[in-house]
């Protein structure tokens, strides 16, 4: 692992559901997984985002919370390596989330494109609400807090990552600039050694004269480079080398995910609204059963007549879980006829079978002991706390509330 990845530090947040299904477990969970392996990864149960639209339901949260960690733990998402927290145990998330709409224009939250789309979507519900309103605040205040360098999103929430970019710009442009900013900035660039200092120096000059985008490129490889800065004196001097003041919220990037294409039993995406879904920890003969009449390509009425796999809800789940070597064989056998759907069916219903019973097993030991589940969140709120109360010292240094 070289240094620059193990500095990306990843943040996602998943709203309280429940019980999660294998959607969740493919499109979500897995990724997760995979990033706590090469970034310090936090997640976080984001009980107070599923309050801005379902405030109504407080009691809900409670049940399900427990449920929906138990499941992450099931992934193979581990507190050893990742830190696991509720967003609500950290009241540094609100504080931030008040400073923060300080300075956010209204227009730039009256524009996010959810805003209006989740308005009509969810119906039944009074949305017209501040909270509603500033919850890409929320968001934002989420991902700064922990200076979080990637977030893992879809495509439909890159704009919230983009608000987020510029809440913290903006921030950073009214509160970045102390009165020693330049002063701390050149004792930092000590550190970096005469030789390093030299170079930052020139490349220094070269962009802020003439623009010159090579030379602030340089520059951030020398911050990054150097190893004897904290994280403070690293921002520092990124707002120093941009000419501007100090970066005290760092912008974060979008991590782009690709779409779930999991497949419900129905054929269409697999979502509780839909009612197509697989619990990540189902009853066996539920989940073989789904399987077995899960629908199939339209044309097969009979077992004789020759179907296509591309107009096959179930092959869907075959490109998830099968190899290539299986699914052209199987993809012959429907074209020709030659296979029967439920022959096709045969090997997905035994490897998911065997998915189902790897959670079931990660799962048990934290069913059978509720109280591992909590101690979990509590070591992990513990280690939260303790970044976000670091950047918020900072924050209320900068914004002027700290009063000695
Ligand atoms: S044989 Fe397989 S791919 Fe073809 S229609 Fe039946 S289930 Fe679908």
């Known amino acids: ?17 429940g019980r999660l299904h294998l959607g969740h477990y493919h499109g979500v969970l897995k990724n997760w997984v995979m990033l706590q392996e090469k970034c310090e990864s936090f997640y976080f149960v984001a009980d107070w985002h599923a309050l801005t639209t379902h405030y109504e339901e407080p009691g809900v949260m409670e049940r399900n919370v427990w449920e929906m960690v138990i499941d992450w733990l099931a992934s193979g998402v581990d507190p050893a390596k990742a830190t696991l927290f509720i967003q609500s145990r950290i009241p540094q998330h609100a504080e931030l989330h008040l400073l923060l709409s300080m300075v956010t224009p209204l227009g730039w939250l009256e524009r996010v494109p959810s805003f209006k789309d989740q308005q009509q979507k969810i119906k039944g519900r009074d949305l017209a609400t501040y909270g509603f309103l500033g919850y890409p605040v929320l968001q934002s205040a989420d991902i700064l807090i922990y200076r979080a360098s990637q977030v893992p999103v879809g495509e439909d929430q890159i704009p919230h990552i983009e608000l987020t970019r510029e809440i913290a710009r903006r921030f950073n442009r009214v509160f970045g600039k102390d009165a020693i900013f330049e002063e701390k900035a050149e004792q930092a660039l000590v550190k970096l050694g005469k030789k390093a200092a030299g170079q930052f120096r020139r490349h220094r000059r070269a962009w802020l004269q003439e623009g010159n985008a090579d030379a602030l490129s340089q520059m951030i490889a020398l911050i ?8 403070e004196e690293r921002e520092r001097l990124r707002g120093y080398s941009e000419g501007g003041g100090r970066s005290i919220l ?7 995910t690709p779409a779930s294409k999991y497949p419900g039993v129905d054929g269409q995406k697999m979502s509780k609204s839909y009612d197509n879904q697989i619990n990540m920890r189902d009853d066996p003969d539920r ?16 077992r004789n007549d020759p179907g296509d796999p591309d107009k096959c809800p179930v092959w869907g789940l075959h490109k998830v879980y099968t190899d290539s070597a299986l699914q ?16 096709c069916k045969k090997p997905l219903v035994e490897i998911m079978l065997e998915e189902q019973a790897l959670l079931r097993a990660r799962a048990k030991p934290y069913e059978d002991d509720p109280g591992e589940v909590r101690r979990t969140i509590d070591a ?3 280690r939260a706390m303790a970044v976000a109360e670091e950047t918020m010292q900072e924050v209320r240094d900068v914004v002027g509330t700290v009063y000695r």
């Open 1 to 17: 692992m070289n240094d620059s990845v193990s500095r990306e530090r990843v943040l996602s947040g998943m709203r309280v559901t």
């Open 224 to 231: 990054d480079k150097a190893a004897g800065l904290g994280d």
């Open 250 to 256: 760092p912008e974060p990037k979008a991590l782009l």
């Open 287 to 302: 989940v073989a059963n789904a399987l077995r009449t899960m629908p199939t390509d339209p044309a097969r009425q009979r």
């Open 328 to 343: 052209q064989k199987l993809a012959e056998g429907c074209r020709s006829a030659a296979i029967g759907c439920l022959d």
């Open 380 to 382: 992990g709120c513990e």
